[in-house]
């Protein structure tokens, strides 16, 4: 009888962390969680070229390696080491550019505009990433407005 009730209470913790973790993805993977920190961002985003795209269509790095940076983050700004209204956001260079790749050097595009991938292809040797010569898609003057907006910090 005592196996038994330790079963349950395993099965039953077992549950309640997949269902907590379930939910805790679904929150956090949205646009509405991402700009609940970074508003700026989103505003400046949303005057862009690619206002259609969601945040985590080119700030991921992987789903473990977001989770990880993810609650370091939050304990970061839980215990007031930063203000995620002034913080970057995540960059990953490699999977900015394979994320901006999948798009826009797809074999669609290729075969839709050969001379764009021919070009870029040679672009690509000489730049470190698209961002390089392309703006990543915010608005730089609304996203600048971020470091005027005065916080206290409560000290």
Same mark, same amino acid.
């Given at each position: %009888? ?10 039953? *913790?077992?549950? @309640? *962390? $997949?269902? $907590?973790?379930? /939910?805790?993805?679904?929150? +956090? +993977?949205?646009?509405?969680? &991402?700009?609940? =920190? ?16 969601? &945040? ?7 789903? *473990? !390696?977001?989770?990880?940076? #993810?609650?370091?983050? %939050?304990? @970061? ?10 913080? !970057? ?6 999977? +900015?550019?394979?994320? &901006? %790749? ?7 595009? /290729? ?5 764009? %991938?021919?070009?870029?292809? @040679?672009?690509?040797? $000489?730049?470190?990433? &698209?961002?390089? =010569?392309?703006? #990543? ?10 470091? @005027? ?7």
């Amino acid at each position: %009888m005592k196996k038994i009730l330790i079963l349950i209470v395993i099965i039953a *913790v077992l549950g @309640l *962390v $997949a269902l $907590a973790g379930t /939910a805790g993805h679904q929150v +956090t +993977t949205t646009d509405a969680f &991402c700009s609940s =920190c970074h508003a700026y961002e989103k505003a400046s985003w949303d005057h862009g070229v690619h206002h259609a795209v969601g &945040c985590l269509d080119c700030h991921t790095g992987g789903f *473990v !390696r977001d989770k990880v940076q #993810g609650a370091r983050k %939050m304990y @970061l700004v839980f215990t007031g080491q930063i203000d995620p209204h002034h913080d !970057r956001l995540a960059s990953y260079p490699d999977k +900015t550019m394979s994320n &901006c %790749m999948s798009c826009h050097m797809n074999d669609e595009i /290729a075969q839709q505009r050969p001379v764009f %991938m021919e070009r870029h292809s @040679l672009y690509l040797v $000489a730049a470190e990433n &698209c961002i390089a =010569c392309h703006e #990543g898609g915010h608005v730089q003057q609304i996203r600048d407005k971020r470091y @005027l907006a005065v916080r206290e910090t409560g000290d």
